[in-house]
């Protein structure tokens, strides 16, 4: 699924084929509920709120006459904007925009003082959408974020189960009971994808940054590799927003090149955006390798860098300069003993 936010889907890639079936099945043969599960970071995010899913539906959805996409993400601290009514009533402002109709009426509900009631606004949705060869494609992020779990997942089975077409994708941390047993009926109701088994995603995905990086290609095989390595050993749990992965590329590629003594190298990658700043997994940046390794030519550029580009008077550059230094001679006292 990774791929088809940057156009370079690669068909059987991952688990992608399960996510186009959960898609593209007729509504009365193929489970209507898809749960994404995966630990925190691990890119559930960036995978829908990017639109790579709503692309896809569209790329992929052509047989039908019309196609709406709806996306709703939970947080802790927005409880008021998880009230079920709220939510569904943003479903049916999202799904206007392709299906003006889903509107007419609906102001009569709200000139009640109480205001429409979470059936109404349900039946409102699933109605308008039975009419019409609309499929709809729910997608609601972080659902274990949500103050109320339950109602939440009761209201999207609801419309899941109706009798229109419509397809609920819900990212969350962990397995939900519910949905368990839901996959284990015969016929399935509903069916879940694990971001774990979308690691031949991620290591397509590196390969083909790389492989663009035109500064990274200038890099000895050795070095693409270790940078290929690290990425792929920090994929699983960090945050994995393409255009951030992108960045970190040039970033991991700097601090190999600190290390190695490359100054040409290292201009290259500066100039291309890398972030100096950047940490590895030992909390080390690559003015840290730089020092440890005596490369005092790079550890001047990154001094100039790092000056020119923060506030006025230098000082976040200079805590970050004199932390590389402490932390160097640490490292290097203890590499002596």
Not at 264 to 290: C, I, M, Q, W
């Amino acid at each position: 699924m990774r791929h088809v936010e940057r156009d370079t889907q690669i068909p059987v890639s991952g688990f992608f084929k399960e996510f186009r079936v959960w898609l593209e099945g007729p509504a009365h043969q193929t489970p209507r509920v898809l749960n994404i599960i995966g630990k925190s970071s691990a890119g559930k995010t960036s995978l829908i709120s990017s639109a790579s899913a709503i692309r896809a539906a569209h790329s992929m959805g052509r047989d039908h006459l019309q196609i709406a996409a709806t996306y709703f993400s939970c947080s802790f601290n927005e409880a008021a904007s998880q009230d079920p009514a709220h939510r569904v009533g943003s479903f049916i402002s999202q799904v206007s925009t392709v299906c003006p109709n889903m509107l007419e009426g609906l102001e009569v509900g709200f000139w009640r003082i109480e205001g429409p009631t979470l059936q109404d606004l349900e039946q409102r949705l699933t109605s308008q959408t039975a009419r019409s060869p609309l499929k709809i494609l729910v997608l609601i992020d972080a659902v274990n974020e949500c103050k109320k779990i339950e109602p939440m997942i009761d209201t999207l089975l609801r419309l899941a189960e109706s009798a229109s077409d419509i397809r609920v994708l819900f990212t969350r941390t962990e397995e939900d009971p519910l949905i368990t047993t839901l996959i284990d009926l015969e016929p399935q109701k509903a069916t879940a994808l694990e971001m774990s088994a979308l690691s031949a995603d991620i290591d397509l995905f590196i390969e083909a940054k790389i492989r663009e990086k035109k500064d990274l290609q200038r890099l000895p095989p050795e070095m693409r590799e270790e940078i290929d390595v690290t990425l792929n050993m920090r994929a699983d749990g960090m945050d994995m927003d393409l255009d951030t992965l992108g960045g970190r590329n040039a970033s991991t590629a700097l601090q190999v090149t600190c290390y190695r003594g490359h100054y040409e190298v290292a201009k290259d990658l500066l100039d291309a955006g890398a972030n100096p700043y950047h940490r590895d997994r030992y909390g080390r940046s690559s003015l840290f390798y730089t020092l440890c390794h005596g490369n005092k030519d790079i550890a001047e550029l990154l001094r100039q860098y790092l000056r020119s580009r923060t506030d006025p008077k230098g000082e976040a550059a200079s805590i970050h300069v004199e932390e590389a230094f402490a932390a160097a001679r640490m490292f290097m006292a203890g590499a002596a003993h």
